[in-house]
């Protein structure tokens, strides 16, 4: 094989690959909380049938799961500003990052929900707890400590999604990668550096949400 | 004034009907057992009677608390399960809280008692059935006696007049069994009023009334002197009513 690997141009780019790293990590932290708080108000809105929220809910997570993310950024994009919402590529990206988080989060967490076992709503039940205090103080906790895996799995989907977004100038860490390559040519070496970044992302953002899951979710006094 | 009354009280499920026209008296200070066949309603008149299950005719009145067919909203049925502690078969912990945190959670969450208050109030409550020093252990560390305390603490915290339980020893052994009936026993001597429905001839020997349920009706009402006079009442018992005995 005659071809030469040359990495000697990370150090050139490594302040713009930075910021494609910080880029990319800031797209996720947005998305990642906006959407699991529409993942939340999602679920409740299914489960109890929140008029019209639940309803509407229901389309909405349909549209998002049975449509590409790449068509919905371009809707939102390109297709918006049509109707006279002219979006930058940032908010663009976090709009369709959070919509398409939220879809798949509203189902994960109401799967979360619905398992609570009869016996604990009838306990709250006959203690005079309301339905949203049962929500709050019962159902929510052990629920997201179910599906916390599922959850921190579909955040780190989102996170290797927004690479998408670079087909709409959002500077994240693909862009920056695509920029790179077109100026020193060398494809191989920039992408596979570009993938051991977001396999570290991503391991990094899966560890995150296992601290975070432990911290909120499954914390109990030590002994 | 009966404490706990209910009057036509009705209930279908689908095309079953599970009560017929229920009318029963509790006094204050009772301890009433209900026993039956599997089937025969006497679960779901407990559950009724804290709006567990809801009535399609008739009226439940539990220390002024009223429950009707045509009016239970959200504040009747708060009123009446403030009047009524319920202790279920499978104890039903929250499974994320510790025991204190399970005992403290209705006062501070349905009364809005300070924390600090609370605290102290669930650890009363843990002494009082022998279990203070479980405040902080989870329910997955605790034996099912140990549970079903907890469970008995949590229901008694908001101070309810009556306290309900479903099978409260159905999933314990003889001896765990005998405990808790004597932690119902000195509720009881403290002045609530206790309805409980079992299976086991050993528990209905221990109350002062026996009603037998059959077919969602009540078929007898009768007080108990004695635990011989109650195994007396429970001999009477038609085939397939029978209790279980624990050897």
Redesign the interface.
């Known amino acids: 094989m005659a071809y030469q690997f040359d990495f000697t141009f990370i150090p050139d780019y490594a302040g713009m690959l930075a910021q494609g790293v910080a880029y990319t990590v800031g797209l996720t932290v947005v998305g990642g909380t906006l959407g699991i708080g529409i993942g939340i108000g999602g679920a409740i809105s299914r489960l109890w049938n929140v008029r019209p929220f639940g309803e509407l809910y229901r389309y909405y997570v349909e549209l998002f799961r049975n449509t590409p993310f790449l068509v919905q950024l371009f809707l939102i994009f390109f297709g918006l500003p049509s109707l006279g919402i002219k979006l930058e590529a940032w908010q663009a990206a976090i709009l369709a990052m959070v919509l398409n988080l939220g879809a798949y989060s509203t189902e994960i967490i109401r799967a979360g929900l619905q398992a609570t076992?009869r016996?604990?709503l009838?306990?709250?039940?006959?203690?005079?707890?309301?339905r949203w205090?049962i929500f709050l103080?019962?159902m929510l906790?052990?629920a997201l400590?179910k599906v916390w895996p599922a959850l921190s799995s579909q955040v780190v989907i989102t996170m290797l999604g927004s690479s998408v977004c670079s087909q709409i100038s959002t500077e994240e860490l693909t862009f920056v990668a695509n920029f790179i390559q077109s100026r020193n040519f060398r494809a191989f070496e920039t992408y596979f550096l570009t993938t051991g970044m977001y396999f570290a992302l991503a391991l990094l953002i899966r560890q995150t949400m296992h601290l975070i899951g432990r911290y909120l979710i499954v914390r109990?006094?030590s002994? | 004034m009966p404490l706990v009354s209910t009057n036509r009280l009705h209930k279908f499920f689908g095309k079953n009907h599970v009560l017929r026209g229920i009318k029963l008296d509790v006094e204050e200070g009772e301890v009433v057992t209900i026993v039956g066949r599997s089937g025969s309603g006497k679960s779901t008149l407990l559950r009724t009677l804290?709006?567990?299950e809801s009535i399609d005719d008739g009226i439940i009145e539990v220390d002024g608390a009223k429950l009707e067919v045509d009016c239970a909203d959200?504040a009747s049925?708060?009123a009446l399960?403030?009047k009524?502690?319920?202790v279920?078969q499978?104890f039903?912990?929250?499974?994320?809280l510790?025991a204190g945190q399970n005992v403290m959670?209705?006062p501070q969450?349905?009364k809005g008692t300070a924390k600090s208050e609370t605290e102290d109030i669930a650890r009363r409550m843990l002494e009082r059935v022998g279990l203070a020093e479980k405040f902080?252990a989870?329910p997955d560390q605790l034996s099912g006696g140990q549970q079903q305390r907890v469970?008995v603490a949590?229901?008694i915290v908001?101070d309810p007049v009556i306290i309900l339980g479903d099978e409260p020893t159905g999933n314990l052994d003889s001896r765990t069994a005998e405990e808790i009936m004597a932690l119902f026993q000195d509720l009881n001597s403290a002045g609530k009023t206790v309805i409980l429905v079992t299976h086991e001839q050993d528990i209905a020997e221990h109350c002062k009334r026996i009603i037998r349920f059959r077919d969602g009706h009540i078929i007898s009402d009768e007080k108990v002197a004695s635990p011989a006079d109650a195994r007396q009442i429970l001999a009477k018992m038609p085939a397939g009513d029978e209790m279980v005995t624990h050897v």
Do not use: C, I, K
Not at chain 1, 122 to 130: I, Q
Not at chain 2, 92 to 96: A, G, I, K, Q
């Open positions: 076992p016996g604990q009838e306990a709250a039940d006959s203690l005079a707890f309301t205090q103080h019962v906790r052990p400590r109990r006094p002994r | 804290n709006g567990l959200a049925l708060r399960r403030l009524v502690g319920m279920f499978q039903n912990l929250f499974p994320h510790s959670l209705a969450v349905v902080d989870f469970a949590r229901a908001n």
